[in-house]
């Protein structure tokens, strides 16, 4: 069995669309029919996330605490206890391709690092050009890149186990745990082949993660130049 673990707070607007989507990923040919178990994980949710959830008839599990790392390890933890010998994460504002899951099998590897595309940078307003070039130049989409997304990561349950699991971190949960990865001497795919699409919003529902990084990027192209120099992002 495969367990798809999507954490959500307040995400009724996008939530429709990533599961209608993973639930596409587990038909993909290529799974040869195993199981696919799905659990949204609604932490402190106010709108309209837990009918969604129900209406698209996966797993959900409701929690009050505010933080992402609690909430995808729970969601791992259940998925474990019913049989999943492979564990695959992603978001509620995040619509995976329908060989999501049989890419991140393919890779044969103890966890899969995934990239992501963001497909709606005009949400940025004016800057949102000046933004979207300078990501593109500090972005490696391809195999042996370095990102860590929580959108876009997978892992076998044994080698989740050894690593000790989601640290309770309000943000970067993912780094964490592909650093304990690292630790335990997992062999990590660093792919592109998985692919995912999120979005470029900027009312992020986890302080420190991806919304804010490119929040970050507005504030600091706004003044001046482009960098010339292209780096990593994490």
């Known amino acids: 069995m495969i367990g798809v673990v999507i954490p959500a707070h307040n995400e009724c607007e996008r939530l429709g669309d990533a599961l209608a989507a993973v639930k596409e990923a587990a038909r993909h040919p290529a799974l040869n029919g ?17 009918r969604i959830a129900e209406e698209h008839r996966v797993a959900r599990l409701v929690l009050a605490v505010r933080n992402v790392g609690v909430a995808r390890a729970r ?22 391709a329908p060989d999501w899951l049989a890419m991140q099998l393919a890779e044969e590897a103890d966890a899969v690092c995934g990239c992501v595309t963001v497909d709606d940078w005009a949400m940025l307003g004016a800057d949102s050009e000046r933004v979207r070039a300078h990501f593109d130049s500090r972005y490696m989409h391809a195999d042996g890149h370095r990102h860590v997304h929580g959108a876009n990561l997978g892992v076998s349950a044994e080698a989740y186990r050894r690593a000790g699991g989601f ?15 690292q630790a335990v001497g997992a062999r990590i795919a660093w792919s592109a082949a998985p692919r995912v699409t999120t979005s470029a919003r900027t009312d992020a529902r ?23 120099a292209p780096e990593a992002l994490a």
């Open 34 to 50: 195993e199981a696919v178990g799905v659990i949204v994980v609604l932490d402190s949710c106010t709108d309209g996330s837990d």
């Open 75 to 96: 969601g791992a933890e259940l998925c474990i206890d019913v049989g999943a010998r492979w564990l695959a994460f992603t978001d509620a504002d995040t619509v995976v």
């Open 167 to 181: 640290a309770p971190l309000a943000c970067s949960e993912d780094v964490a745990l592909v650093e304990a990865l």
């Open 206 to 228: 986890a302080r420190g993660g991806f919304g804010d990084t490119l929040l970050a990027m507005v504030a600091a192209l706004a003044p001046g130049p482009l960098p010339a």
